[in-house]
């Protein structure tokens, strides 16, 4: 079992930066592949970023390629999502996700087995 938590999310205005974290506990040895997520209202749960062994390979979607960082501490067992030049569609809850399974897609929520609770920010000036 993995248990995540998300944390960093508040408010910020256009342009600004923000970083969330994602704090992982349990089996954490064997997590693959962690992913963040969003969810905005009305909207279906979409990719965001991922970051995955070997190798720490990551991947992002194209909306915010360029302007985010996913990235991972194994010491501290912490996923982070540096996000940079946010913008007001940036809005949404973020989540966490992990998976222990080497194969799976891993942009897509079928992909992981462990979600976090997720953390609200909002890109308003």
């Known amino acids: 079992q993995v248990q995540l938590v998300e944390s960093g999310g508040g408010l910020v205005q256009p342009g600004g930066s923000l970083r969330l974290s994602c704090a992982a506990s349990?089996?954490?040895?064997?997590?693959?592949?962690m992913g963040w997520f969003r969810q905005a209202p009305g909207m279906e749960r979409e990719f965001v970023a991922a970051i995955r062994r070997p190798g720490d390979s990551t991947y992002y979607a194209d909306s915010v390629k360029g302007r985010f960082t996913i990235s991972r501490d194994d010491a501290k067992s912490t996923a982070f999502l540096q996000m940079n030049s946010l913008k007001p569609e940036d809005t949404a809850v973020y989540y966490c996700?992990?998976?222990?399974?080497?194969?799976?897609?891993?942009?897509?929520?079928?992909?992981?087995?462990?979600w976090g609770q997720g953390t609200q920010f909002t890109v308003s000036s």
């Open positions: 349990g089996r954490t040895v064997s997590i693959y592949k």
């Open positions: 996700a992990a998976s222990l399974a080497y194969y799976g897609d891993s942009r897509s929520p079928g992909g992981y087995n462990y």
